[in-house]
């Protein structure tokens, strides 16, 4: 079974600093996809950035960029010039591509990131 | 745009009550999940559907059951709800093609159990 763990439950930085979660997942799959998700305070979860296992660049997505890891098993999210509305939790998800349980997202606990004024 | 609505925001329910949660997406997606979220132990899946009248246990299904009826609508049940059934339910929906997939979420639905 997989499994994700983000590290850090709480975060906190001044506006327009540079902040980096942490994740960091468990399988035996050699291909598969991660994905950080945002969820606003009382707002719908929406995703910020995705990564294909067999892709060796970093995805970035405009302020968000990733650093994957794949032998470490590593995945974490950098904001640049972070912005009040960066204030949300953020999920790290794990899926398989292909086989029993493709389709499915393996959660981890989230990091609650603050941005302060 | 994919939009994906819940029935209801907030829900207050006494203990034994049986307890519907609607889901209903506008995209045409062939699967649909049933996610629970709870503080420290982020989502975790309760069941999900590929197909109409299709359904597949999750991590955590003890004390659900699910419906799915029509290609757009999938349903949580709670058979007789529980004071540690109170929590954040999530449902999501994903086009069963596209690569990678994206799973995309509705507001959610915090129920309370008494």
């Known amino acids: 079974a997989q499994t994700v763990t983000q590290s850090q439950p709480e975060m906190s930085v001044q506006e327009a600093e540079t902040v980096t979660l942490s994740c960091t997942y468990d399988?035996?799959?050699?291909?598969?996809?991660l994905f950080w998700y945002k969820q606003p305070p009382s707002r719908q979860m929406i995703l910020v950035i995705r990564q294909e296992a067999y892709k060796q660049q970093n995805a970035t997505e405009n302020r968000f960029s990733v650093n994957f890891q794949k032998a470490a098993k590593s995945f974490s999210l950098k904001i640049s010039d972070s912005q009040l509305g960066d204030t949300a939790m953020y999920f790290c998800?794990?899926?398989?591509?292909w086989g029993q349980g493709a389709q499915k997202l393996v959660f981890g606990q989230g990091t609650r990131l603050t941005i302060n004024p | 745009d994919v939009k994906v609505t819940q029935s209801s925001r907030y829900l207050v329910k006494r203990t034994g009550e049986k307890v519907f949660l609607e889901c209903v997406q506008d995209m045409d997606h062939e699967n649909m999940f049933w996610y629970r979220q709870d503080p420290g132990l982020g989502l975790r899946l309760i069941y999900f559907?590929?197909?109409?009248?299709?359904?597949e246990k999750g991590d955590i299904p003890e004390g659900y059951s699910v419906s799915r009826e029509k290609k757009e609508r999938f349903s949580l049940i709670l058979e007789s709800a529980s004071t540690n059934q109170t929590s954040m339910y999530l449902c999501?929906?994903?086009?069963?093609?596209?690569?990678?997939?994206?799973?995309?979420f509705g507001p959610g639905t915090r129920l309370t159990v008494l």
């Open positions: 399988t035996s799959e050699n291909n598969y996809y």
């Open positions: 998800a794990f899926m398989k591509q």
């Open positions: 999501a929906s994903s086009n069963r093609e596209t690569r990678p997939p994206e799973q995309f």
């Open positions: 559907s590929y197909d109409v009248k299709m359904k």
